[in-house]
């Protein structure tokens, strides 16, 4: 059931008004219900899968638990990690590891035993299985007491609005709110119905409208030059953000109609001044999860240059292998690694107690936005022979870009008009401006400090522009819904 139909309108408001009709006792009965539906109405048997994954970490995580030796808690940590990871593995990885296989096999001329297959790759498989194994690792570590009720741990994981594409919330953020009385309250609903605005403007105005035109070209890259490149990559940069934030906002505006807070999942992230400060700013939840959950058990910073420098390389390929089952995301992964130890060398050599200006800092932003979208690059690339193919010819007709003829015409061959082209430019700086504005908080916050009016306006725009822009009746589904 995606965020941007009807059917999940009508799922929500229905779910919404029997959640506050319904006594105390039963609303979590009602969600867990509701989150059954909701991914059932996708593929009903996958449902198995995260019961199981529910069933296993449960289990575990209560032996865990009650164990009396730290020899047995180990033993029963490594279980639940095996029996996670080899779900996600079987259905997200082993299709990807045979195709490399054979492709080495036939690189030398080899016969290979195995034969092509592939699965069906569950939705959000990657989100609940590392949510998961953040619950029974912080039981391991003592931050946590495992949850007694199987029900209640399974509404935990499945909890409808973050299940898919999440954020990856922590169990002592979450459990805390699920099994509580929340009372209805105008407040919360119209916060989260702003949220949720907010959320379908930049997926269905923005990401959906210029995903035309990054399709256009990445799928075809052998049909076009330079300038459409750099237009397709910079649309991407923005199309990614727009979609998987937008997911994020829909998610946290819908849960906040019901009381429950879920975490920031991006703050401004194309505004940040160098990658590391990216990171902190971009998928917030996954960012976090690899640094408490990888990164730091490997050693994080307190070890020597070599070995920190080695771990930032693993916590950031795991992250692009997290993301796709392709030698693009691994690379993709690397790069940022590269990236984050390149910025920390140059930190050392270039230590300065000087003050930073408008001008150093817009630099700063602008140079760090540049090696995000050449990163995009490979992320967006359908194989990694696409990815350096583009790059190869990214300023080969650079040239031209002075003469308008030429330029019309390239601009009319990407899939999109020319006015279409300009509305997109228009409606990303609207939202770059948006951000400007919000600073430490979200717009919706920054706006209870202006007058009703202000309010009033701004909103009303924002829903004549979905209903007037908004691109309906395609497939739709977010990206993020793939990983």
Known sequence: MLFNSVTFLIFFVITLILYYLLPFKIKWVLLLFASCVFYMWWRPEFIILILVSAFSNYFLSGCINISDTSKSRKIFLVLSLVINFGLLFVFKYAVFINHSFMELYSYFDMEYPIGDFDIVLPMGISFFTFQAVGYTIDVYKKRIKPELNFFKFVLYLMFFPQLVAGPIERAENLFKQLFVNHKFNTVNISSGVKFMIMGYFKKVVIADRIAVLVNSVYNSPNDFNGIAYILATLFFTFQIYCDFSGYSDIAIGCA????????????????????????RNWHISLSS???????????????????????????????????????????????????????????????????????????????????????????????????????????????????????????????????????????????????????????????????????????????????????????????????
């Open 289 to 483: 999860w690899f640094r408490d959950y990888v990164y730091i058990p490997l050693g994080g910073s307190r070890c020597s240059l070599i070995k920190r420098y080695g771990n930032i390389m693993i916590t950031f390929i795991l992250s692009g292998l997290w993301h796709g089952a392709n030698w693009t995301f691994i690379i993709w992964g690397g790069l940022h690694g590269i990236y984050q130890i390149i910025g920390d060398i140059k930190n050392k050599i270039f230590k300065t107690d000087k003050p930073q200006f408008f001008l150093f800092n817009f630099f700063r932003v602008i140079m760090t936005f540049a090696m995000v979208a050449f990163a995009w690059i490979f992320f967006r690339a359908n194989t990694v022979s696409d990815a350096f193919y583009i790059i190869g010819n990214l300023f080969s007709d650079i040239g031209n870009i002075t003469e308008p003829q030429y330029v019309y015409d390239v601009l009319n061959s990407v899939g999109l008009s020319v006015y279409e082209i300009a509305l997109g430019v228009c409606l990303i700086f609207f939202l770059m401006v948006i951000e400007l504005f919000e600073r430490s908080n979200v717009i919706h916050y920054r706006l209870n400090s202006l007058p009703f009016i202000f309010r009033f306006v701004f909103y009303y725009v924002i829903v004549v522009a979905i209903l007037a822009l908004g691109v309906f009746g395609n497939e739709g589904a977010f990206i993020y819904f793939q990983f």
């Open 256 to 279: 906040k109609t019901f009381g429950i807070d879920l975490m920031r999942n991006f703050n401004r992230p194309y505004f940040s001044k160098n990658i590391k400060d990216f990171w």
